[in-house]
C-alpha cells in the first residue's frame, strides 16, 4: 500500500482529498501545520509527500527543500493555487518532482502520483542494480545508463542526458498530459524561445525511438504540452 504524506491547511479540501485516496487504496497522514511536518514524515515514513505551498508557520518550499535535503529520493508532488512562473521555478528548486495546480482532479492527482512512486521506486531498484529499467510497453529503459532497449530483439539506443530527462518526465506523467513549460523548467530551467525550439526536437528524436511499438505516442496537446501514452 502506497503510504502519502499530505500536507494541506484547508481542512474542508483535505478532508475530500485524504478520503478519496484512502478511498482507493492509499494509506494518508494528514498534516495540516507547516511545522509538524517534518516530524510527521520521521514517524510515518511515507512513498511520497504531496505539500500545499500556502501553510501556516512554515511555507511548503522551505519543507521540500529540508525533505529533499535528507530524503534525496523521496518524490515531492507541490499542490497550489500560484501558477507564476517563478513559483514553479521555486518548487523545482526546492526539490520537487511535480507540480499540480488547484482546482484539480483526484484521477490527476492519482495519476502523478502513482507515476511519481513507480519512477522513485524504479530509481531505487537501479541504484541497487544499474541494470534495473522501467517497462514502457515493448521498451525498457535505463535511466543511469541513459540507455533505451527494445526488447523483443535487444537492440538497445544510448541517450543523451537530456533525452533521459526528458523521457523521464513523461514517464512520470505517463498517461497523463504534462505542461510544455513544466518540461523546459525541469530540463532547461528557462521557457525561452531557443530552449522550446530545442524541445520540438527532443520530442521528434524521442518518437523516432520509440517508433517500433505503435501503442506508444507522444501526442502534442497544442498550447498546453504533451500526452504520453504508453503501456
Known sequence: MTKILYVEDEPFLGKIVKESLESRAFEVLMVTDG??????LGQFKPDIC???VMLPHRDGFSIGSEIRHNHPALPILFLTAKDQTED???????GGNDYVRKPFSMEELIVRV????ALSKGKKAAAQDP?????????????????????PDGTSRKLS????DLLNILIAHRNFTVARKEILLQVWGDDNFFNSRNLDVYITKLRDYLRQDPAIEII???GVGYHFVAG
Open 114 to 117: 502513482n507515476n511519481l512512486v
Open 88 to 94: 514553479v521555478l521555486k518548487g523545482f528548486a526546492a
Open 131 to 151: 541494470n534495473a529499467g522501467t517497462a514502457i510497453g515493448q521498451y525498457e529503459f535505463f535511466p543511469l545508463k541513459y540507455e533505451l532497449r527494445y526488447t
Open 50 to 52: 504531496v505539500l500545499d
Open 35 to 40: 511545522a509538524r511536518v517534518m516530524t510527521a
Open 220 to 222: 502534442t496537446i497544442k
Open 161 to 164: 542526458a537530456r533525452e533521459a
